[in-house]
T-cell receptor, first 113, second 114 residues
Framework: GQQVMQIPQYQHVQEGEDFTTYCNSS?????IQWYKQRPGGHPVFLIQ?????EVKKQKRLTFQFGEAKKNSSLHITATQTTDVGTYFC?????????????FGKGTKLSVKP | DGGITQSPKYLFRKEGQNVTLSCEQN?????MYWYRQDPGQGLRLIYY???????QKGDIAEGYSVSREKKESFPLTVTSAQKNPTAFYLC?????????????FGQGTRLTVV
């Protein structure tokens, strides 16, 4: 079945440093979604990328979707302590008429002030 | 998330007991999902449902059961057959199962077997 792999699993940075997490799919994706889960919280939707090569920005966060639509990245510029949490990518998966989201294992970001 | 209520927030269960986790939504979403989260394991799909009275097994359905008698409700029962039930359980919904709909998550239930 479809797999979504995410690296690194953990990332520790000093406040002000940049951070990047990468997501790779074993198959071509129709779209990719990114979520953030704060410590003790639940995942919250950040953004969706649909087009090949698409780049979207949300303040210090930059999201990219690969040309082949099999990989994606999330880059945070000048991290802040508020960026702490686990970032997940997710891709849609269908079997027959049944559809769900396949999540990567996430990248846990810690930021040292 | 507003509109998805999971209860209770914390649950303690003795070994050998079944326990039911509640998930209610008022978003009028068609699809509902149960995920299990363990440290370092990400989100693993237990069961999902696209319409009332229909549901499908996910990757780790063994030891769990669900029902979808109403559109708003998708309770998860953790049975005594589940060998390692201690985990954080998340319920999620999507408006439809079309390709471009995002997931909304409840606050989660943290289950501990004592």
């Amino acid at each position: 079945g479809q797999q979504v792999m995410q690296i690194p699993q953990y990332q520790h940075v000093q406040e002000g440093e940049d951070f990047t997490t990468y997501c790779n799919s074993s198959t071509t994706l129709s779209n990719i979604q990114w979520y953030k889960q704060r410590p003790g919280g639940h995942p919250v939707f950040l953004i969706q990328l649909v087009k090949s090569g698409e780049v979207k920005k949300q303040k210090r966060l930059t999201f990219q979707f690969g040309e082949a639509k099999k990989n994606s990245s999330l880059h945070i510029t000048a991290t802040q302590t508020t960026d702490v949490g686990t970032y997940f990518c997710a891709g849609p998966w269908y079997e027959g008429s049944q559809g769900n989201l396949i999540f990567g294992k996430g990248t846990k970001l810690s930021v040292k002030p | 998330d507003g509109g998805i209520t999971q209860s209770p927030k914390y649950l303690f269960r003795k070994e050998g007991q079944n326990v039911t986790l509640s998930c209610e939504q008022n978003l009028n979403h068609d699809a509902m999902y149960w995920y299990r989260q363990d440290p370092g394991q990400g989100l693993r799909l237990i069961y999902y449902s696209q319409i009332v009275n229909d549901f499908q097994k996910g990757d780790i359905a063994e030891g769990y059961s669900v029902s979808r008698e109403k559109k708003e409700s998708f309770p998860l029962t953790v049975t005594s057959a589940q060998k390692n039930p201690t985990a954080f359980y998340l319920c999620a919904t999507r408006a439809t199962v079309s390709l471009n709909t995002e997931a909304f998550f409840g606050q989660g239930t943290r289950l501990t077997v004592v």
